[in-house]
């Protein structure tokens, strides 16, 4: 394990474990009754000191596999040597179940536990409960500590990812936000704009029409109308000017049916398995962009619930264009629901009483069929306004 990436707590322990190995190398080294134990005492430490310092061994599970080896072997000789090198046997586990995959490591730990009981009846001691019970009591504490520090470690970097996720999208979301936030004023101030400021021009300019019919030939008033007129003409056409600039990016830069178009088209993730389609009845005529706007937005919602929530495999968008009114179509082969049940609430409730304010809010009828298993279809009718006719 690097060092820089632990934490204070792992440094600790870490610390710990170092000062462990050498302070019962160190007994085993004075308890020895031979030199050959020291000696081995003293290459068991050079051993493990050298694998701590070296970055291969840090770095490579391999290289870690081969130091734990040359270690236990280099611990195996202090056994033959002197019983007091069984005591090695517990920083051993910690490091065997820390090194190794877990179905190499329990192997492990249960031969070092055997070979520590081995030496200690090798050397003549006396047999005691204690003999079988020290080591292998060790070797389950070890295991135990081990994995249950593991599992805690996975929990946490489980959890530590889902906070990062949850940031992400909470970013995400106010992100969203401030766009919806952003699109909805647009298309606030382009329906003020059409509504007051480009009707009221519009209705100044046909009054100083019928102003200029009424005047006598030759009046000197004449030209200061012709004047105001023209002034009120081409306000007019700076206001249109702002509600195209104001209308909503999909509209920028095609029509309402061309937007549709591009609805419909497959996209990545839930979109991506659904097969929508859209098509055209009638003969397309232009509409007022607050008429642009409410139908692409009530059919973008509409989609979105289709994909959201009716589980469909197919739907189905048409914008007719009939003699006095103007209707939408989503159709979709989904579960349905029951309308009547339907209220307001934060899964998506709000969608529908939002199309049916947008399309009343022009004259229109928004209407709603469905039930469950049977598909849902949204339909929308607005009236063509005076002077726009198929």
């Not at 001691?125 to 389950?140: D, E, H, K, Q, Y």
């Amino acid at each position: 394990m690097d060092p820089r990436s632990l934490t204070p707590a792992l440094r600790a322990l870490r610390l710990c474990l170092h000062l462990l190995m050498a302070g019962l190398l160190a007994l085993a080294a004075v308890r020895a009754d031979s030199g050959a134990g020291a000696a081995f005492a003293v290459l068991t430490g050079a051993v493990y000191a050298a694998g701590s310092a070296l970055p291969a061994v840090r770095d490579s599970r391999r290289a870690a596999a081969l130091w734990l080896a040359l270690l236990c072997a280099s611990w195996l000789a202090l056994l033959w040597a002197t019983p007091d090198g069984l005591w090695v046997a517990f920083p051993l586990y910690f490091l065997q179940l820390h090194l190794l995959p877990v179905r190499w490591a329990l192997p492990a730990v249960a031969l070092t536990a055997g070979a520590a009981i081995l030496s200690y009846v090798r050397h003549g001691a006396t047999l005691n409960p204690g003999v079988f019970i020290g080591p292998l009591l060790g070797g389950a504490v070890a295991v135990a500590t081990v994995l249950g520090y593991q599992a805690l470690y996975r929990e946490s970097e489980r959890r530590r990812r889902m906070v990062e996720e949850l940031i992400a999208t909470r970013a995400e979301l106010a992100a969203a936000e401030r766009l919806a936030g952003t699109l909805a004023e647009r298309e606030r101030l382009a329906r003020e704009i059409h509504d007051t400021l480009a009707q009221g021009l519009s209705s100044i300019q046909l009054l100083l029409r019928a102003a200029q019919r009424a005047l006598p030939e030759g009046s000197p008033a004449a030209g200061h109308i012709e004047g105001a007129r023209r002034a009120a003409q081409d306000n007019l056409a700076e206001a249109r000017r702002f509600v195209r600039a104001l209308s909503p990016p999909d509209l920028e830069h095609g029509s309402l049916a061309a937007a549709l178009e591009r609805l419909c088209e497959p996209g990545p993730g839930p979109e991506g398995s659904l097969r929508a389609r859209f098509t055209v009845s009638g003969t397309p005529v232009e509409l007022p962009t607050p008429y642009e706007v409410a139908l692409l937005r009530i059919a973008q919602s509409a989609f979105a619930n289709t994909v959201r929530h009716a589980s469909a495999a197919r739907a189905e968008v048409t914008l007719s264009y009939m003699n006095a009114s103007v209707t939408l179509d989503v159709v979709d082969d989904g579960k349905g629901f029951d309308p009547a049940l339907l209220t307001s609430s934060a899964d998506g409730g709000f969608g529908l009483p939002a199309m049916r304010a947008r399309a009343e809010s022009l004259g229109g009828v928004f209407t709603v069929e469905s039930a469950p298993g049977q598909g849902t279809a949204v339909a929308v009718s607005l009236p063509l306004p005076a002077g726009v006719s198929t």
